[in-house]
C-alpha cells in the first residue's frame, strides 16, 4: 500500500484528468509526493520501543536459563542483521568474517587487561574492527563473486595464522577473559552479557536499518540489481 502522503499526491493528477505522473509529467510541474514513513512505521517503533523496555527489565524477572537462551539469540539476530547488507542488498558472498570477530576478540582481551571492564571494552574493539575493515576493504574491493569469496577466506587465515604464532597472544590455545571476570559476582556478570548483548542487537538493527535508507545502502543495492554498477566499482 502506498504511503498516505504518495495516494494523495496520485489523487490530485488523477483527478485533473493527467494520469499517474511520469518524468514528461513531472517535467509538466505535476506534484510528486514521496513520504519515507506511513501509520504502520510508526505502530512498529512503538511496538519496537516497548519490546525493548521489556526485555531489559526481563533479567529481574527471570533466571538465567531464559536469559542465556535469549542472550544467544541476540547475537544470532545481530550477525543475520550484519549478513543482511552484504549478502542480501549488495549480493556479495565473503567467507571472511571470523577474521572480524578474532580481532573484537583480542581486542576486548588486551584492552581488558589495561584494568578497564571487558564489557566497556566491546566499543574499543567495534572500532578496531573497523579500523581493520579499511585496509581490507582497499585489497578486496575490486572482486565480486567467487573471487571476493575465495580471497575473504585467504586473508582471513592468513590473519589466523600470524596470531597463532604470536605467543603473547597465547598461540594456538588462545587467550581468556575468566581472569578478568571472575571478580565479579555470576549474577551481575550473566546480567551485564545479557544487557550488552541486547544493545549490540539494537545498535546492529538500527544501523542496518538505516545504512539501507540512505544513498550507500542504495548503492549497494544498484551493485546487487546490475553487475555493470559493480564492475564499475
Not at 120 to 129: D, T
Not at 160 to 175: K, M, P, R, S
Not at 184 to 194: D, I, K, N, S
Request: proline share 5%; charged share 10%; glycine share 10%.
Amino acid at each position: 500500500m502506498a504511503p498516505r502522503r504518495t495516494r494523495e499526491a496520485l489523487a490530485t493528477t488523477a483527478s485533473a484528468g493527467t494520469g499517474p505522473p511520469g518524468p514528461a509529467g513531472w517535467a509538466a510541474g505535476h506534484p510528486l509526493a514521496v513520504s519515507r514513513w506511513s501509520r504502520s512505521a510508526t505502530w512498529t517503533t512503538a511496538i519496537s520501543a516497548v519490546l525493548a523496555v521489556v526485555l531489559a527489565v526481563l533479567p529481574y524477572e527471570v533466571g538465567t536459563g531464559i536469559t542465556q537462551a535469549l542472550v544467544t539469540l541476540f547475537l544470532l539476530v545481530s550477525m543475520a542483521a550484519l549478513w543482511n547488507p552484504v549478502a542480501g542488498c549488495a549480493g556479495m558472498i565473503s567467507f571472511g568474517q571470523q577474521a572480524f570477530l578474532g580481532i573484537g576478540a583480542y581486542v576486548v582481551y588486551l584492552v581488558a587487561k589495561t584494568g578497564l571492564s571487558a564489557f566497556a571494552a566491546i566499543a574499543v574493539a567495534a572500532l578496531a574492527c573497523a579500523s581493520a575493515a579499511v585496509p581490507v576493504f582497499a585489497l578486496l574491493r575490486r572482486l565480486t563473486g567467487g573471487y571476493l569469496a575465495v580471497a575473504a577466506s585467504v586473508v582471513a587465515t592468513c590473519l589466523f595464522l600470524h596470531v597463532t604464532n604470536q605467543l603473547w597472544l597465547g598461540g594456538a590455545t588462545g587467550v581468556s577473559l575468566s581472569g578478568q571476570l571472575v571478580s565479579m559476582p555470576p549474577v551481575l556478570r550473566e546480567a551485564y552479557t545479557y544487557w550488552a548483548s541486547l544493545v549490540l542487537m539494537a545498535v546492529v538493527v538500527i544501523g542496518v536499518y538505516l545504512l539501507a535508507r540512505s544513498r550507500s545502502g542504495l548503492d549497494s543495492r544498484a551493485v546487487h540489481d546490475e553487475p555493470a554498477a559493480a564492475a564499475m566499482g
